[in-house]
T-cell receptor
């Protein structure tokens, strides 16, 4: 079975501070992992794919197969980063999402 | 460049009423999906269609039916709405084997 766990429902940091949103997964095959972001009452947008290894809006995420993790990081948080973040795992033709983490950046 | 279009954006139903949520994509994607989003539960897959002519149950299919009308359109039907189906519904599509999903803007459904 495939499962994604985001242990923090809420995360609050100050502007300029580092941010790390945690994601752990369980999957027997080779995982394809994503981070999606949802700004207030908007559609979900793809933020990162682990395959592309790119940095979007200053965010990065590294797949750690040993720890089965795909944590999202940003060195300096900005107020516009406040949003809902979902980690997702692609397996068997469909995405499975974690419960989401609501990130709030305080001024 | 519409992407994935969902209608309606908002709907209020009475318990027992039926309705169909519409979804259309213009990206020629093979796969389409319906999710519901509830606070603290993330997004849960209701039904999906890996290709035109096929549909499969997801994690929470009870109380719903779907139709893959053609490659572009994938509708979700509530035959007899219940308050537990109050949620935000998202449709998504994906080109098989490539990349992530593209999501619609969602339908906010309230069942009273």
């Amino acid at each position: 079975a495939q499962r994604v766990t985001q242990p923090e429902k809420l995360l609050s940091v100050f502007k300029g501070a580092p941010v790390e949103l945690k994601c752990n997964y369980s999957y027997s095959g080779s995982p394809e992992l994503f981070w999606y972001v949802q700004y207030s009452r908007q559609r979900l947008q793809l933020l990162l794919r682990h395959i592309s290894r790119e940095s979007i809006k200053g965010f990065t995420a590294d797949l750690n197969k040993g720890e089965t993790s795909f944590h999202l990081k940003k060195p300096f948080a900005q107020e516009e980063d406040s949003a809902m973040y979902y980690c997702a795992l692609m397996g068997a033709q469909k995405l499975v999402f974690g419960q989401g983490t609501r990130l709030t950046i305080n001024p | 460049n519409a992407g994935v279009t969902q209608t309606p954006k908002f709907q209020v139903l009475k318990t027992g009423q039926s309705m169909t949520l519409q979804c259309a994509q213009d990206m020629n994607h093979n796969s389409m999906y319906w999710y519901r989003q509830d606070p603290g539960m993330g997004l849960r897959l209701i039904y999906y269609s890996a290709s035109e002519g096929t549909t499969d149950k997801g994690e929470v299919p009870n109380g719903y039916n779907v139709s893959r009308l053609n490659k572009r359109e994938f509708s979700l039907r509530l035959e007899s709405a219940a308050p537990s189906q109050t949620s935000v519904y998202f449709c998504a599509s994906r080109e098989t084997g490539i990349g992530g999903y593209t999501f619609g803007s969602g339908t906010r459904l309230t069942v009273v």
